[in-house]
């Protein structure tokens, strides 16, 4: 039985990793700030196992994807109990885009511990945010390799479920360890950041 997935932000990321499940055959519930109607038309384009929720329905999915922006994932910290649930953390800590990209000073700690402390009881595991969603969209299988996905968490069962899912895409994931260590390399300025890897 394929999992059904909540994705939080139905922009660039949301929509490609939507993509990717979808072909993999995982329902997915698409929320964004607009509301359900701002997303009918997108759904119809995704298929059958696309439809359009609430920010608490898909909260409230069998796994949790957050792409929305970095300034909007403590609006998340109401929505719903997160004791207990997967979460994916796609977020980048940018305060400000292009041409400057800065990030937001978190002292010592990693974005997906702050995103941790935020939704109280998740199990939160960090993917899905190195790569930009253009390259993401493209097929994972190149030149006999798999593209890779960089993964980390606190969470050994949920890390293990997110890397047996992202294997079933097509990439190739790489366990990066805890959140404190692994996911600081991931992300935005990481030292592995933005980086486009095939794993042969
Ligand atoms: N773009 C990339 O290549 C890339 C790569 C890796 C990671 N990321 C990260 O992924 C996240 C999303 O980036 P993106 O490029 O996909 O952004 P985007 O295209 O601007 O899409 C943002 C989405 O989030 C929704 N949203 C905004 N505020 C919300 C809220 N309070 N609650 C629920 N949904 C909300 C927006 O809804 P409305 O349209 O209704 O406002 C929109 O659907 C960011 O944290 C970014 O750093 C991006």
Redesign the pocket.
């Given at each position: 039985m394929k999992k059904t997935f909540g994705i939080?932000?139905?922009?660039?990321?949301?929509?490609?990793v939507a993509r990717h499940l979808l072909k993999a055959g995982h329902p997915v519930i698409l929320?964004?700030?607009?509301?359900p109607d701002?997303l009918k038309e997108l759904v119809q384009s995704l298929g059958a196992n696309a439809t359009a929720g609430t920010?608490r329905q898909a909260a409230e999915a069998e796994i949790v994807l957050?792409?929305?922006?970095?300034s909007?994932v403590r609006?998340?910290s109401d929505v719903t109990d997160w004791t207990g649930r997967l979460v994916i953390d796609?977020?980048?800590?940018?305060i400000t885009y292009a041409p400057d990209f800065k990030v937001e000073d978190l002292g010592s700690k990693a974005s997906s511990e702050v995103v941790a402390s935020l939704l109280p009881g998740a199990k939160i595991v960090k993917a899905?945010?190195?790569?930009?969603?253009?390259t993401?969209a493209e097929d994972p299988r190149i030149m006999g390799g798999n593209r890779v996905l960089f993964v980390s968490g606190n969470d050994q069962p949920s890390k293990t479920e997110v890397i047996s899912v992202i294997t079933s895409l097509g990439f190739a994931p790489i366990d990066l360890g805890s959140l404190g260590e692994g996911s600081k390399l991931q992300q935005?300025k990481g030292a592995l950041a933005t980086l486009n890897l095939v794993k042969f």
């Open positions: 939080i932000g139905a922009g660039n990321i949301g929509q490609t929320a964004n700030n607009s509301g701002s920010i957050l792409s929305l922006p970095w909007q609006t998340l796609a977020t980048n800590h940018f899905f945010n190195t790569i930009f969603y253009k993401l935005a």
